[in-house]
């Protein structure tokens, strides 16, 4: 057996925040609950905003593990996390942001019937270089190197786009050696003066904002052996807009994307407890967050709360309650361009026609620590519909992005047109909307009420709001032609006022667990443009 290292989460999702108040991170563990770090070590959370009502910082954390490799067959034995007494690390991360260097985007055929954002196949850019720049003057790229126990961020780092500078982000390491990776500060502009307008949601010439992603890689320097040693599969970073409602799991996460680009299947046996549960509580919590649908939330909430034991109940008994429930399901893909994926498809069929078993399967083999943080990371991350997206978009629907699970591949890919294309860094946030809040203003309804809610039902004090409570209230404004939130006073408003936005949390008040708007700013706060 050959040694083999691996960082994980293979990807790991950060988040920017306008708060200057510390930062933190979102559970490892499906057990788990978000966390902070202080002095290197684990604290409790101190919620997502701060005394000032700014949405916080996300941070992810990087590890490494030892694996052994058959070098006959290629195949890895998990071993254990390396930790400050096996070896030193010293770890390397790059971030990016290339959006303003990008093509420009636009609808292209997506999964199944939908649509999805794809570049522009005449190769127009969003942005052409002045007389003697280049497209790399639209890049803002930042290289970091960080070893040790317990290091702090080090002086602020920034690129340009432009030739205006833009912070995307630094890193630190805990207590054990781990890395710790922030995102910037939410900020979008312009390197024009004065600033266009923002007339489109995807396309605005002349803009940035300060999301990114890039490669995490490593060396190690195994406890009394000479040399440092690269490790084998590095990780990467994506740096996405913050999540309003974190107590609502997307219906289809990018985990569930991988899984389907990759060809993983269903299990051999369908588990209600492990694979059809999981499904209906993802849809039961977009009631708190989307009133369109509002009947179909609701009943499979109704069903979970009220008939959770004939929903596992596999005999002709439970027909019914399971096909009316499975209809509800359905309707999940009335939310805009959202196509669940083949794999969660047949796990409901078979659910549907009392294919399955009612508790877990004892012979499903137990993932290792590894892999549950590889899969926990993209479970609250936003599988669709890629119009764009939130975190990363369309790209992740391709096999060839992925050198393995959960792993972004660091040589070609095949694109959207067939063409070979190799990766770097900025490329998963780049085919995004630039900047993020003119599209996250305009995508109220059915686009992605899992992370930007349409509504508020309850407020901090949990008492009910109007049922006309809009969770983006202020900031959306009727234009001229009449449509609320598309256009571009609405588009500014976001740009200036998303940190000051509730977020949607769980909360219990007399023993009744709802969902509350948590740190809105007061209105007084808001600077509007009319």
Same mark, same amino acid.
């Given at each position: 057996?050959?040694?083999?290292?691996?960082?994980? @989460?293979?990807?790991?999702?950060?988040?920017?925040?306008?708060?200057?108040?510390?930062?933190?991170?979102?559970?490892?563990?499906?057990?788990?609950? @978000?966390?902070?770090?202080?002095?290197?070590?684990?604290?409790?959370?101190?919620?997502?905003?701060?005394?000032?009502?700014?949405?916080?910082?996300?941070?992810?954390?990087?590890?490494?593990?030892?694996?052994?490799?058959?070098?006959?067959?290629?195949?890895?034995?998990?071993?254990?996390?390396?930790?400050?007494?096996?070896?030193?690390?010293?770890?390397?991360?790059?971030?990016?942001?290339?959006?303003?260097?990008?093509?420009?985007?636009?609808?292209? @055929?997506?999964?199944?019937?939908?649509?999805?954002?794809?570049?522009?196949?005449?190769?127009?850019?969003?942005?052409?270089?002045?007389?003697?720049?280049?497209?790399?003057?639209?890049?803002?790229?930042?290289?970091?190197?960080?070893?040790?126990?317990?290091?702090?961020?080090?002086?602020?780092?920034?690129?340009?786009?432009?030739?205006?500078?833009?912070?995307?982000?630094?890193?630190?390491?805990?207590?054990?050696?781990?890395?710790?990776?922030?995102?910037?500060?939410?900020?979008?502009?312009?390197?024009?003066?004065?600033?266009?307008?923002?007339?489109?949601?995807?396309?605005?010439?002349?803009?940035?904002?300060?999301?990114?992603?890039?490669?995490?890689?490593?060396?190690?320097?195994?406890?009394?052996?000479?040399?440092?040693?690269?490790?084998?599969?590095?990780?990467?970073?994506?740096?996405?807009?913050?999540?309003?409602?974190?107590?609502?799991?997307?219906?289809?996460?990018?985990?569930?994307?991988?899984?389907?680009?990759?060809?993983?299947?269903?299990?051999?046996?369908?588990?209600?407890?492990?694979?059809?549960?999981?499904?209906?509580?993802?849809?039961?919590?977009?009631?708190?967050?989307?009133?369109?649908?509002?009947?179909?939330?609701?009943?499979?909430?109704?069903?979970?709360?009220?008939?959770?034991?004939?929903?596992?109940?596999?005999?002709?008994?439970?027909?019914?309650?399971?096909?009316?429930?499975?209809?509800?399901?359905?309707?999940?893909?009335?939310?805009?361009?959202?196509?669940?994926?083949?794999?969660?498809?047949?796990?409901?069929?078979?659910?549907?026609?009392?294919?399955?078993?009612?508790?877990?399967?004892?012979?499903? @083999?137990?993932?290792?620590?590894?892999?549950?943080?590889?899969?926990?990371?993209?479970?609250?991350?936003?599988?669709?519909?890629?119009?764009?997206?939130?975190?990363?978009?369309?790209?992740?629907?391709?096999?060839?992005?992925?050198?393995?699970?959960?792993?972004?591949?660091?040589?070609?890919?095949?694109?959207?047109?067939?063409?070979?294309?190799?990766?770097?860094?900025?490329?998963?946030?780049?085919?995004?909307?630039?900047?993020?809040?003119?599209?996250?203003?305009?995508?109220?309804?059915?686009?992605?009420?899992?992370?930007?809610?349409?509504?508020?039902?309850?407020?901090?004090?949990?008492?009910?709001?109007?049922?006309?409570?809009?969770?983006?209230?202020?900031?959306?404004?009727?234009?001229?032609?009449?449509?609320?939130?598309?256009?571009?006073?609405?588009?500014?408003?976001?740009?200036?006022?998303?940190?000051?936005?509730?977020?949607?949390?769980?909360?219990?008040?007399?023993?009744?667990?709802?969902?509350?708007?948590?740190?809105?700013?007061?209105?007084?706060?808001?600077?509007?443009?009319?």
């Amino acid at each position: 057996m050959v040694a083999y290292y691996k960082i994980h @989460p293979g990807i790991g999702i950060a988040r920017v925040g306008r708060s200057p108040d510390g930062f933190f991170l979102r559970a490892e563990f499906e057990e788990g609950e @978000p966390f902070e770090l202080a002095a290197g070590e684990e604290v409790a959370f101190g919620g997502y905003k701060d005394a000032s009502r700014l949405i916080r910082r996300q941070g992810v954390r990087f590890r490494i593990y030892e694996y052994d490799r058959d070098p006959a067959s290629g195949s890895l034995t998990f071993v254990r996390e390396v930790t400050p007494d096996v070896a030193s690390i010293e770890w390397r991360v790059t971030l990016a942001n290339s959006k303003a260097a990008g093509l420009e985007m636009t609808a292209g @055929p997506g999964l199944g019937d939908s649509l999805a954002i794809v570049p522009n196949t005449q190769g127009v850019r969003r942005n052409v270089p002045p007389a003697g720049g280049n497209v790399q003057d639209f890049v803002a790229s930042v290289d970091f190197t960080v070893a040790g126990l317990n290091q702090p961020f080090g002086p602020r780092k920034t690129g340009t786009v432009g030739g205006v500078d833009v912070f995307l982000g630094e890193v630190c390491t805990d207590a054990s050696g781990r890395l710790v990776v922030l995102g910037g500060e939410g900020k979008s502009q312009s390197w024009v003066a004065p600033a266009p307008r923002l007339e489109d949601y995807l396309n605005n010439p002349g803009w940035f904002d300060d999301v990114a992603d890039g490669p995490v890689d490593a060396t190690i320097t195994i406890a009394g052996q000479p040399g440092a040693v690269p490790v084998n599969e590095g990780a990467w970073v994506v740096i996405g807009p913050p999540d309003f409602a974190p107590d609502v799991v997307p219906i289809v996460s990018l985990y569930d994307i991988m899984s389907n680009a990759l060809q993983f299947g269903t299990p051999p046996a369908i588990s209600f407890v492990q694979d059809v549960l999981p499904i209906l509580h993802r849809v039961a919590s977009h009631f708190w967050t989307n009133r369109l649908r509002e009947n179909e939330w609701q009943a499979v909430r109704t069903a979970l709360n009220a008939n959770l034991s004939s929903l596992a109940d596999p005999s002709d008994a439970a027909d019914q309650l399971r096909l009316t429930i499975f209809n509800a399901v359905l309707k999940a893909q009335d939310l805009r361009q959202l196509r669940l994926t083949p794999a969660q498809q047949e796990i409901l069929e078979d659910w549907r026609d009392g294919s399955f078993l009612p508790g877990p399967d004892p012979s499903r @083999p137990v993932g290792n620590e590894a892999d549950r943080l590889d899969e926990v990371a993209l479970l609250r991350t936003i599988g669709g519909g890629f119009f764009p997206g939130i975190e990363a978009g369309f790209i992740m629907t391709y096999p060839s992005i992925y050198a393995g699970k959960a792993r972004i591949t660091r040589g070609q890919f095949k694109d959207f047109d067939g063409q070979m294309r190799r990766t770097y860094p900025g490329l998963l946030t780049e085919r995004m909307a630039v900047p993020w809040q003119a599209d996250f203003v305009e995508c109220e309804g059915l686009w992605w009420p899992a992370q930007r809610p349409d509504l508020a039902r309850f407020s901090e004090t949990g008492q009910p709001l109007p049922l006309s409570t809009r969770w983006d209230r202020l900031v959306a404004v009727t234009g001229l032609d009449g449509a609320l939130a598309h256009n571009a006073a609405s588009r500014a408003n976001m740009v200036s006022n998303f940190a000051l936005l509730g977020v949607v949390e769980k909360r219990t008040f007399g023993g009744q667990e709802v969902f509350a708007e948590i740190g809105r700013a007061d209105d007084s706060e808001f600077a509007m443009v009319s």
